[in-house]
C-alpha cells in the first residue's frame, strides 16, 4: 500500500524538498546579512580609525564577560572582537566593502553566488543556523597574537622570557582534541613566568608565515628570538620538558663545599651579582632556571641540593634552615649576603622583587654603554636626578687598596641620588680622555657628573687632588657631594662622552661558533622531522653548488691534454705598450713568475727528456747558435720570449751547431721533399749558416715550426724570412694536394729560384744583433697556432758522427 500511495503523488517529495530548500536558503541570506561589523561597533563605513578603536574599546569595556553577567555578554564580546578584526585592517575592510568578505583566504568576488555559499556554508558549518560550538575558546582571546603586537612586544621579550604558542584555525577538529592538555600545560606554565600566545591561522597569515606554521594544530616556544616546533605527543610533562630544554644550559651552576668559595669570589670578574638557592631537591626547578634567564645579564645564579651529603659545611656557614627554600643573595662581601628570602611556596612574582632590587653590585664596573645607562640614566625631572660617582683608576695590584677604600666610602654614604661606579682607565680609553681633559693619570681621579642627553652630553666635576683613599680624600669627596646637593649648579663642565666599550662581548670566533651550532640544530630539525617548505631554499642551494663544483672537474676531467692547451688566451690584465706584436704577445701569455728565463742547452744528457719524451702538449723553444754569436744571441732571445716565460707548457733551449752540425740538415731533410732540396741546396753552399735559426718542437707528436732570420737591408719587399718560409710551406701544402705531377714540378721550380737568391742576400747584409728582432711577433703566431708545422717520422740523433737521421739509415 505505502508503495502504490507514492505511485499515486509522484510530485509531492520534489515539492517538499524544494520548499527545504528555499526556506534554508532563505534563513541562510538572511543570517549573512544580519552580521555587519560596522553595526555591531555602531560606527558608519566613513569612520576612521581612530573613531573604529575608540568604538571598540568602548563596547568591550562594556560587554567583557568578566564583567558583564549578561548570558548574551561573551556570544557579543566575541562579534565585537570579530569586528574590530575586520575593520582595524585596511585589506579586510577593503574585502568587506567591495565584496562581502570576511575571511582573507577566500578568492575576490565569490560574492556574487552569495545565497548558495551561504547556504552550503550554513549547511555545513554556520554556528548561527545549526548552532554548533565555536572551535576557538574565549579562554584564548586574551592571548590571541597579531602580527604588529608580535614584532613589536613578543619577539624582544623573547629574550627575557620564553614563548609557548599555540597556532589553531576556526573548525580545526584536531585543535579541540588538544585543547585540554593544553589548557592544563598554560595554568601550570604561566604563573612560572612562561609567555602564552594564541596565532589564528585563518586571520593572521602573515604572522603564521613569518613563524613557519603552515597547519593548524601547531606548537611553537620561542626562545631568544628563535622559533622552535615542538614534534612529539601533546602531553603536559612533554610541552614542560620542551620549554626546559629550550633554555641555555649554563643558567644555574651547581654549588657544593668544593666550588661555593670560587663561585662567590668570581663577583669581581663577572661585575654582577651572585644568588644561591638552597632547596631539598636534587635538580634545579623550572620556576629557578626562569628566574636565571630573566635576570642572566645582571645577576649570577646557583644552586645548592640540600639534601647533598658535599654541601654540609656550605649550610652550616650560612645557617639555612632545610623545610623551606632559602635564597641568598651577595655583592662584594662574599661572607655575609646582602638580602635573604625564605618561604616554602616560593612565587616568581617575589624572586622577581628580589632580585630586580639588587641587580648592580655596591659600586659596580662600567663595562658597557647598557649597564652606564642603567646606572647613571638621563635627568629628565629635577626630582629625579641622579648623580655618578666615577672612580678612574687602574686594575693592578697597587690600586686595590684606594679602590677598596671607595667601596667602603661607597657603602657608608648609600642615597638614592648617588650612583657609585668606577671604570679601568687601559679598557675606557675614550670616555677617560673626555673627562680628563687627554690626560693621562698616573693616580686614581674621582669625577662626579650628571647625564644630560642620550647624545653623551654630561654635566661634571672633578675632584680636586686625586683619590688615594685617605681619611683626608674620604673628607674632601662627602663635602663636595654635600656642596653638589645643596647647589646643582656646583658642576661647572661639560662634555660629550663617547659610547663606551663592551668588555664582555664575546670575541668573533665564539660568536660565530654559536651562530654555526644554532644553524646546524635547525638544518637538522628541519631535515629530522622534514619541515621541507622551510629547507627548499638552503637544499637548492647546497645542490646548485655540488652541481657546479662536479660538473667544474667533470669537464676538466675528459678535456683532451692536446697542445691546444698553450694556444688558450690567458689573462690580458697586463698589456705592453712597445709595439702590437708585443702586446699581442702578453695578451695571449701568462705574466712572468720569475725576473729571468731559464734557457738549458741541449746535450747529449739533456736531448731526450727536454724533447724526445717531452710531456704532451709542452713545446720546446730552441734556439740555434754558434760558439762565435752564442752571447749575443743568449741575450736577445732572452729578452724577446721574456713575456711568454710564464707559461708552463714552454720550455727555452739552445743548440751548439758547432758541436752538432750535422743535426739541423738531418732535421729539415726528414720533414719533407721541399725541405730536403733546400737542405741539400744549403749544404752545397760553404759554409751554411744555421745561427739565428729557431725552433717550436713538439715531442709529443713529431713536429717543428722554423723562425729564420730577419733580413735588414734595403729591400723591404724582403724583410722577414719567416713570410717566405711560410709561403714555402702554403706553395708546398698545395703541390701536396694536387695530383698532378706537372704542377708538382711547377712549384719545385719556383722554390728553386727563390732559394739562393734570399740565401745570399741574408748571407751578406744579416748582422748577429738584428737576427732575431722579429721572433716577439712569430712567438705570437706560434701561442694563437697559426705558424706552419713540419712534420717528422722521428727525431734526429745528436751524436756528431750520425750524418743522417734515424728513418733514414
Known amino acids: 500500500m505505502t508503495v502504490r500511495r507514492t505511485s499515486r503523488h509522484p510530485g509531492t517529495c520534489p515539492v517538499l524538498l524544494a520548499i527545504f530548500l528555499l526556506i534554508l536558503c532563505v534563513q541562510s541570506v538572511k543570517t549573512a546579512s544580519d552580521y555587519d561589523p560596522y553595526k555591531i561597533l555602531g560606527v558608519s563605513r566613513s569612520a576612521s580609525q581612530a573613531e573604529i578603536k575608540r568604538a571598540y574599546k568602548n563596547l568591550a569595556r562594556e560587554w567583557h564577560p568578566d564583567k558583564n553577567k549578561d548570558p548574551k555578554a561573551e556570544d557579543m564580546f566575541i562579534k565585537i572582537s570579530k569586528s574590530y578584526e575586520i575593520l582595524s585592517n585596511e585589506e579586510r575592510r577593503s574585502n568587506f566593502d567591495r565584496y562581502g568578505q570576511m575571511d582573507e583566504n577566500q578568492p575576490f568576488g565569490q560574492s556574487q553566488h552569495h545565497g548558495f555559499r551561504s547556504f552550503h556554508n550554513s549547511f555545513y558549518f554556520d554556528e548561527s543556523f545549526f548552532h554548533f560550538p565555536r572551535s576557538r575558546d574565549f579562554a584564548d582571546s586574551k592571548y590571541l597574537l597579531h602580527h604588529a603586537q608580535f ?160 654541601c654540609t659545611r656550605l649550610l652550616r656557614q650560612f645557617n639555612i634552615n632545610t623545610y623551606a627554600p632559602t635564597m641568598l643573595l651577595f655583592k662584594e662581601d662574599t661572607e655575609k649576603p646582602v638580602d635573604i628570602i625564605q618561604a616554602r611556596g616560593m612565587k616568581r612574582q617575589i624572586m622577581d622583587e628580589f632580585v630586580s632590587n639588587n641587580k648592580f653590585l655596591q659600586v659596580p664596573r662600567l663595562v658597557n654603554q ?302 719533407s721533399d721541399a725541405a730536403e732540396n733546400e737542405a741539400h741546396s744549403d749544404e752545397d753552399e760553404e759554409p751554411s749558416d744555421y745561427a739565428g735559426h729557431v725552433l717550436a718542437l713538439n715531442g709529443y707528436k713529431k713536429y717543428f715550426c722554423l723562425f729564420r732570420p730577419v733580413f735588414t737591408g734595403d729591400d723591404p719587399s724582403d724583410s722577414s724570412s719567416e713570410t717566405s718560409f711560410s709561403s714555402d710551406s702554403r706553395r708546398k701544402s698545395r703541390s701536396r694536394s694536387r695530383s698532378s705531377s706537372h704542377s708538382r714540378s711547377r712549384s719545385h721550380s719556383r722554390e728553386d729560384g727563390a732559394g739562393p737568391k734570399r740565401g745570399s742576400s741574408r748571407a751578406t747584409s744579416i748582422e748577429v744583433h738584428h737576427k732575431l728582432d722579429r721572433l716577439g711577433l712569430w712567438m705570437e703566431r706560434l701561442m694563437e697556432g697559426t705558424l706552419p708545422r713540419l712534420q717528422v717520422p722521428a727525431w734526429p740523433s745528436l751524436d756528431e758522427t750520425t750524418n743522417t737521421s734515424p728513418s733514414d739509415s
Open 151 to 310: 614584532n613589536s612586544d613578543v619577539l624582544p621579550d623573547s629574550h627575557k622570557r620564553p614563548y609557548l604558542i599555540k597556532v589553531t584555525s576556526e573548525w580545526c577538529f584536531a585543535c579541540i582534541h588538544i585543547e585540554p592538555v593544553w589548557k592544563e600545560t598554560v595554568q601550570e606554565l604561566e604563573p612560572l613566568g612562561v609567555g602564552i600566545g594564541v596565532v589564528d591561522l585563518g586571520y593572521e597569515r602573515r604572522l603564521a608565515n613569518q613563524l613557519g606554521a603552515h597547519r593548524a594544530p601547531s606548537i611553537i616556544a620561542l626562545v631568544n628570538g628563535r622559533v622552535t616546533f615542538f614534534h612529539q605527543a601533546v602531553v603536559r610533562e612533554h610541552l614542560r620538558q620542551f620549554i626546559e630544554d629550550l633554555l641555555p644550559h649554563k643558567l644555574v651552576e651547581k654549588i657544593t663545599d668544593n666550588n661555593y668559595l670560587t663561585f662567590l669570589d668570581n663577583w669581581h670578574v663577572e661585575n654582577k651579582p651572585t644568588v644561591l638557592l638552597f632547596d631539598q631537591v636534587p635538580v634545579v626547578p623550572l620556576l629557578y632556571k626562569l628566574t636565571a634567564f630573566a635576570f642572566r645579564d645582571y645577576v649570577r645564579f646557583g644552586f645548592v641540593d640540600q639534601g647533598d651529603t658535599h
Open 370 to 671: 647598557q649597564l652606564f645607562d642603567e646606572l647613571c640614566p638621563v635627568k629628565q625631572f629635577h626630582r629625579r636626578r641622579k648623580y655618578c660617582v666615577l672612580l678612574i683608576t687602574g686594575e693592578d695590584q697597587a690600586f686595590v687598596p684606594g679602590n677598596k677604600a671607595f667601596l667602603d666610602f661607597a657603602t657608608a654614604n648609600r642615597k638614592e641620588v648617588l650612583r657609585f661606579a668606577y671604570v679601568y682607565q687601559r679598557h675606557q680609553q675614550p670616555l677617560c680622555q673626555a673627562l680628563l681633559h687627554n690626560q693621562a693619570s698616573l693616580s686614581p681621579q674621582v669625577v662626579i657628573l650628571e647625564r644630560r642627553s642620550q647624545a653623551g652630553k654630561v654635566l661634571y666635576r672633578s675632584v680636586s687632588g686625586g683619590w688615594n683613599g685617605s681619611e683626608e680624600d674620604k673628607y674632601r669627596l662627602h663635602e663636595q657631594l654635600e656642596l653638589l646637593q645643596k647647589d646643582p649648579t656646583y658642576l661647572t663642565s661639560d662634555a660629550t662622552l663617547p659610547e663606551l666599550n663592551n668588555e664582555m662581548a664575546p670575541i668573533f670566533i665564539i660568536q660565530w661558533m654559536n651562530a654555526a651550532y644554532d644553524y646546524i640544530v635547525q638544518i637538522y630539525d628541519d631535515l629530522l622531522y622534514s619541515n621541507w617548505r622551510e629547507m627548499m631554499p638552503i637544499l637548492s642551494l647546497i645542490f646548485s653548488a655540488l652541481f657546479i663544483l662536479f660538473g667544474t672537474v667533470i669537464i676538466q676531467a675528459f678535456s683532451e691534454p692536446g697542445e691546444n692547451k698553450p694556444r688558450k688566451p690567458k689573462p690580458r690584465e697586463q698589456p705592453q705598450t712597445e709595439n702590437d706584436a708585443s702586446s699581442r704577445a702578453n695578451t695571449s701569455s701568462r705574466p712572468p713568475k720569475k725576473d729571468f728565463v731559464e734557457v738549458t742547452e741541449l746535450t747529449d744528457i739533456t736531448y731526450t727528456s727536454n724533447l724526445v719524451k717531452l710531456m704532451p702538449g709542452h713545446i720546446n723553444v730552441v734556439l740555434v747558435l754558434t760558439n762565435a754569436s752564442k752571447n749575443a744571441l743568449l741575450r736577445k732571445f732572452a729578452k724577446e720570449v721574456f713575456s711568454f716565460s710564464g707559461t708552463q707548457t714552454l720550455h727555452f733551449s739552445f743548440l751548439n751547431v758547432d758541436k752538432h752540425r750535422h743535426w739541423m740538415p738531418s732535421l729539415l731533410r726528414s720533414a
